[in-house]
């Protein structure tokens, strides 16, 4: 199923339940079940399930989606509680360990962003702690039973993976592997916000790291051509949340101090052109176009290609290296052998990034 059919609609439902609607029957007619299987494959489920089983999405959605959705409702209702338990659970034995540690992502997301943690996809638990905790943290997992992912931890590798049965824990002692250099474990644990989860008050990272990882987690998936679009409804709903006090021209200014800019700038730009968020966005998109030299994509059907090609391939994988120089040696050499190319031809008008108004 080609993503205009189904991007739409995904973007409409954090407008509410009438807008997802309303934009579904303006997409009619549709394949129901190929729709359910984008929304299975981008793992969206959980988030479309309030307003496809609600009375009016039974009424008016076709029979095939709403069984669809209803079919895997009380295995990911299941799947939440358990990941609410094993979170509690790392928690406390971090705790008794004297460990403080960082909630990523997630559950945390699920609770401030998208009004009901279970309206958001979750796999496994995500914790930050210090690197000078980084041993003790894996050893305190596998005394309640996790066991350590195959290999050795080599120098610059920031998290590593745990897993017990089906729950699996990845612990992070940094953002991502290239912005190590550059971020201070000790500022990510400072001035930590509180949320609410199961009845305890739980530990994640100031808003500012908060967008920042979720940007470079991002930018690496894109490389990997593992983005889904229900991360992008993640940044949707963090950029809203932020409110109007967020202010993306010194976000991106602090970004650039620690030379994080370009991902982040490029991450942003695909994001405005699939989303068509620029008239809710206004500030941000005003950021992005100044920066617009340093933009990688032409526009949507660039980033529709970053999300949607499979396994990501050399396309992907260049567009990341433009958007995610990593050193002077790395930089001048992209320089003389991509960038004085790519730039030459972008100076056609054609070639130039522009935002449009996303998928529709």
């Not at 934009?23 to 929304?39: H, I, M, S």
């Not at 930590?192 to 990272?205: I, N």
């Not at 030379?259 to 998109?285: H, I």
């Amino acid at each position: 199923m080609e993503a205009s059919q189904w991007l739409p609609s995904v973007r409409a439902l954090a407008d509410g339940e009438e807008a997802y609607l309303r934009a579904l029957e303006a997409a009619a007619p549709f394949d129901p079940v190929a729709y359910a299987q984008a929304l299975d494959l981008h793992r969206l489920m959980p988030w479309v399930e309030p307003a496809v089983l609600c009375d009016a999405g039974r009424a008016r959605l076709p029979a095939a989606l709403v069984e669809a959705v209803a079919a895997g409702a009380d295995t990911r209702q299941r799947r939440h509680d358990d990941l609410v338990r094993e979170t509690l659970e790392v928690e406390d034995a971090y705790a008794r360990a004297g460990i403080p540690c960082r909630h990523l992502k997630g559950l945390y997301f699920g609770r401030r962003f998208f009004g009901n943690p279970r309206r958001r996809h979750q796999r496994d638990v995500d914790v930050l702690v210090r690197e000078r905790d980084r041993d003790g943290a894996l050893e305190a997992l596998e005394r309640i039973g996790y066991v350590r992912e195959a290999g050795e931890i080599k120098e610059g590798v920031v998290r590593w993976g745990m897993q017990r049965g089906y729950a699996q824990v990845d612990v992070h002692w940094n953002l991502r592997r290239r912005a190590r250099r550059r971020v201070d474990g000790e500022d990510l644990l400072a001035d930590p916000v509180s949320f609410e989860l199961g009845g305890r008050t739980l530990a994640t990272l100031p808003d500012d790291a908060t967008l920042t990882f979720l940007l470079l987690s991002l930018c690496g998936d894109l490389r990997r051509g593992a983005c889904r679009a229900r991360h992008l409804v993640d940044l949707h709903l963090v950029l809203r949340g932020l409110g109007p006090g967020f202010d993306p021209e010194a976000f991106l200014a602090r970004r650039k101090r620690q030379a994080l800019a370009m991902p982040c700038l490029n991450v942003l730009a695909v994001f405005l052109s699939l989303w068509g968020a620029a008239q809710e966005f206004p500030a941000l998109a005003a950021a992005v176009l100044r920066r617009r030299r340093h933009v990688q994509i032409r526009g949507v059907d660039d980033a529709l290609g970053l999300l949607t090609r499979p396994g990501g391939g050399e396309e992907s994988r260049r567009w990341f290296r433009r958007a995610y120089p990593y050193n002077r040696i790395d930089t001048w050499a992209r320089r003389l052998t991509i960038d004085l190319p790519y730039h030459a031809m972008r100076l056609l008008p054609s070639q130039r990034f522009r935002l449009d108004e996303g998928i529709s």
